[in-house]
């Protein structure tokens, strides 16, 4: 496809974003691999929170073929998605202190888990507060977000502080301010996000990370099947049963 045409310029922007993730946070993304098989054989659980569109790539790690069975959604009310009415009622819950507090003090997680957090920008109160607080119950976190946000726009939280500011590891999206990756001048706004493109595959990247650790390890990753090929609803009843106890998704 010619780069000249809108969607091959997309395309290729996507591409070199993928490539930068992939050089750039090699290490961040082996250490966050690390931390979530660390946290399988020490007996935690893991969970992916995002707000907004942010939580698509979080919901991507839940429930899926060939991802580890125990990634589990921390959902917050109203948040999660645009399936609210207004949907800009979820951008403003983004913003309200004391909302992740209450989610996390009624939530399964506990000391010895690791929480993902996806926040683009990293400056609303919601994943701020989230980190902040998961810490202080003795979680591990792992903000994935887009550093560039913290030079360039205000924080949204009391502290005036980031999503970056409050995580044991931080994975770096290297996604623009606003998220747009082409112009034309005959189109006033900016437009083709690539935020879901390249934080999901920075996140599958840890994922598979984590699997080849546990294996490394002599652990067998427990991973789950399609159900649409032969054996996988078998294979997949076996994972629930080994590890019914740290999967929150299936009650």
């Not at 792992?142 to 560039?148: C, D, E, N, P």
């Not at 294996?215 to 099947?225: H, T």
């Amino acid at each position: 496809m010619s780069d000249s045409t809108p969607a091959g310029q997309f395309f290729d922007a996507a591409i070199g974003l993928l490539q930068r993730v992939r050089d750039e946070e090699a290490e961040h993304i082996e250490a966050a691999g690390t931390l979530l098989a660390d946290t399988v054989v020490n007996g935690g659980r893991l969970f992916a929170f995002g707000a907004g569109h942010s939580s698509l790539a979080a919901q991507d790690l839940v429930y899926r073929a060939g991802g580890l069975a125990l990634m589990n959604l921390l959902a917050v009310p109203g948040a999660v998605g645009v399936d609210v009415m207004p949907a800009t009622l979820g951008s403003a819950l983004e913003r309200v202190d004391g909302l992740a507090s209450a989610v996390l003090d009624s939530s399964p997680l506990r000391a010895g888990d690791a929480l993902v957090i996806i926040s683009l920008s990293g400056r609303n109160a919601l994943p701020v507060e989230m980190a902040l607080h998961a810490r202080a119950l003795g979680v591990r976190v792992i903000g994935v977000t887009s550093v560039a946000y913290a030079s360039e726009t205000t924080s949204r939280h009391t502290s005036g502080t980031y999503l970056k500011d409050h995580c044991d590891l931080v994975l770096d999206s290297k996604i623009a301010i606003g998220d747009a990756e082409l112009t034309l001048d005959t189109i006033p706004a900016p437009f083709a996000p690539a935020s879901t493109v390249v934080t999901s595959a920075l996140l599958q990247a840890v994922m598979a990370t984590a699997a080849a650790s546990l294996a490394n390890r002599g652990i067998e990753p427990p991973l789950l099947r399609s159900g649409n090929v032969d054996g996988g609803h078998e294979w997949n009843g076996r994972v629930f049963e080994e590890y019914g106890d740290r999967i929150f998704y299936r009650r």
